[in-house]
């Protein structure tokens, strides 16, 4: 899993389509993205205690039941690859998604200068982590916020084969309107699989125009097995 071939198939993702799926539905799938054994190498990662700078005991902090490691910089080349990646291919689908919102703010083309951004502001600890549920892991329903910086999408990759490594642990979004009920769905991701997803909020449609929709994401309770899976935040932590 070459940092050419990542780009590679990056660019021939339909992004005009997974940017209208992100539009339409708040979220978007990739279909499979990576092989079962460039999966197996990331979750063979897990274990490396030097390439992570922090490990979080969900239960711990009542996040849920589980566990996940932030990487520490250097990031490892395939994750360093994905999130270097997949930034230019966002950006453009963030600043849609601020304008829509009548938000002033945009975001740079590459993914070097938005951190400067988040350096600037005192965000300097890489964000990418490692998740690893086991049976009666979950993930409450959260938001990656890290400081006032943040970068408006981001990717979670399934590591782990449904049916087969585990059962249950559907990856769940839930939406907030303003004056609505919480929409909500579980979305069951294939091994190798991405879904992009909005990190805060979104733009919906109003009666008086575009609303800011409150996202928040999560995993539902593994039945059996483990599940590993590959986040990638693009904002830094202060």
Same mark, same amino acid.
């Given at each position: 899993?070459?940092?050419?071939?990542?780009?590679?198939?990056?660019?021939?993702?339909?992004?005009?389509?997974?940017?209208?799926?992100?539009?339409?539905?708040?979220?978007?799938?990739?279909?499979?993205?990576?092989? *079962?054994?460039?999966? !197996?190498?990331?979750?063979?990662?897990?274990?490396?205690?030097?390439?992570?700078?922090?490990?979080?005991?969900?239960?711990?902090?009542?996040? *849920?039941?589980?566990?996940?490691?932030?990487?520490?910089?250097?990031?490892?080349?395939?994750?360093?690859?994905?999130? @270097?990646?997949?930034?230019?291919?966002?950006?453009?689908?963030?600043?849609?998604?601020?304008?829509?919102?009548?938000?002033?703010?945009?975001?740079?083309?590459?993914?070097?200068?938005?951190?400067?951004?988040? @350096?600037?502001?005192?965000?300097?600890?890489?964000?990418?982590?490692?998740?690893?549920?086991?049976?009666?892991?979950?993930?409450?329903? @959260?938001?990656?916020?890290?400081?006032?910086?943040?970068?408006?999408?981001?990717?979670?990759?399934?590591?782990?084969?449904?049916?087969?490594?585990?059962?249950?642990?559907?990856?769940?979004?839930?939406?907030?309107?303003?004056?609505?009920?919480?929409?909500?769905?579980?979305?069951?991701?294939?091994?190798?699989?991405?879904?992009?997803?909005?990190?805060?909020?979104?733009?919906? !449609? *109003?009666?008086?125009?575009?609303?800011?929709?409150?996202?928040? @994401?999560?995993?539902?309770?593994?039945?059996?097995?483990?599940?590993?899976?590959?986040?990638?935040?693009?904002?830094?932590?202060?």
């Amino acid at each position: 899993m070459t940092t050419t071939d990542i780009a590679k198939r990056l660019a021939a993702l339909d992004w005009p389509a997974l940017g209208c799926a992100i539009a339409e539905f708040g979220y978007a799938r990739s279909g499979p993205f990576l092989d *079962g054994a460039e999966c !197996a190498e990331l979750i063979s990662l897990y274990v490396e205690d030097a390439l992570f700078r922090r490990t979080i005991d969900m239960a711990r902090f009542r996040f *849920g039941e589980g566990e996940y490691r932030y990487f520490a910089d250097p990031l490892p080349e395939p994750v360093r690859a994905l999130r @270097h990646g997949l930034y230019p291919h966002l950006a453009p689908i963030a600043n849609e998604m601020m304008a829509a919102l009548r938000r002033a703010h945009r975001y740079p083309a590459q993914l070097d200068d938005f951190l400067g951004h988040c @350096h600037a502001a005192g965000q300097a600890r890489p964000t990418p982590l490692l998740l690893r549920y086991r049976a009666g892991g979950f993930n409450c329903l @959260h938001r990656d916020l890290y400081g006032e910086v943040l970068f408006p999408l981001q990717a979670t990759l399934c590591l782990s084969r449904p049916g087969q490594d585990y059962d249950g642990g559907a990856f769940l979004l839930a939406e907030g309107r303003p004056r609505q009920q919480t929409r909500a769905e579980a979305i069951d991701l294939r091994q190798g699989e991405m879904i992009l997803f909005p990190t805060a909020d979104r733009p919906v !449609a *109003g009666a008086r125009g575009p609303l800011a929709a409150a996202m928040r @994401h999560g995993v539902s309770r593994l039945a059996r097995g483990e599940r590993y899976a590959l986040g990638i935040i693009f904002h830094d932590a202060a």
